[in-house]
């Protein structure tokens, strides 16, 4: 599975735009993007998933070159509640349901 | 009662007990997962199932036996464990494959 590289933490404050970008030069071909959200002591929670150009969803939008070998996280308009930790994850093309989950960035909005 | 549960949501154990986390999900999935998540760590995955068969065993100690009866039903059984073993343990399900995971609240357990 590909390893994905991103920022250990970002702060923001309210009302801004978030983005977070994701690294993953070794994504195979039938390889997904996908995004999950996790607060303290609670499971990851998934956001988004695209395997390329710009996919939208009512929380986030995700933005992924032609090379696939990066992809960015937009959360438009952040509120407090969105202080959580952003997990990259590429991978299932071989359709195991693996999942390999790697530091995430911790994200903190300010008021 | 929706969504993935798991019980219970906390546990302590001695090193020298039997206990068992159970999961189960109420989505009609066809997959079942156990994660692991130490302090500060990204989550580990230790099983998966598909269909009730085990597909993925993420070179887990034998000290942690997952089973399946059912593709809505997942028992994580412990016994000998260490204080290293403390984290979270999670469950999640999906349909399968890059499918989207639900994950349930979570077990926090530690050893003594």
């Known amino acids: 599975l590909a390893k994905t590289t991103q920022p250990i933490s970002m702060d923001s404050y309210e009302g801004q735009e978030v983005n977070i970008t994701c690294s993953h030069n070794?994504?195979?071909?039938?390889?997904?993007i996908t995004w999950y959200q996790q607060f303290p002591s609670q499971g990851p929670r998934f956001i988004i998933q695209g395997y390329k150009t710009k996919v939208t969803n009512e929380v986030a939008s995700l933005f992924i070159p032609a090379d696939r070998k990066s992809s960015t996280l937009s959360l438009p308009r952040v509120s407090l509640s969105d202080t959580a930790v952003y997990y990259c994850l590429v991978g299932d093309g071989g359709n195991t349901g693996k999942l390999i989950f790697g530091q995430g960035t911790t994200l903190q909005v300010k008021p | 009662e929706t969504g993935v549960t798991q019980t219970p949501r906390h546990l302590v154990m001695g090193m020298t007990n039997k206990k068992s986390l159970k999961c189960e999900q109420h989505l009609g999935h066809n997959a079942m997962y156990w994660y692991k998540q130490s302090a500060k760590k990204p989550l580990e995955l230790m099983f998966v199932?598909?269909?009730?068969?085990?597909?993925e065993n993420n070179s887990v100690p034998s000290r942690f036996s997952p089973e399946c009866p059912n593709s809505s039903h997942l028992f994580l059984h412990l016994h000998t464990l260490q204080p290293e073993d403390s984290a979270l343990y999670l469950c999640?399900?999906?349909?399968?494959?890059?499918?989207?995971?639900?994950f349930g609240p979570g077990t926090r357990l530690t050893v003594l």
């Open positions: 199932y598909n269909f009730k068969e085990q597909t």
């Open positions: 999640a399900s999906s349909q399968g494959g890059a499918d989207e995971q639900f």
């Open positions: 070794n994504i195979a071909t039938n390889d997904y």
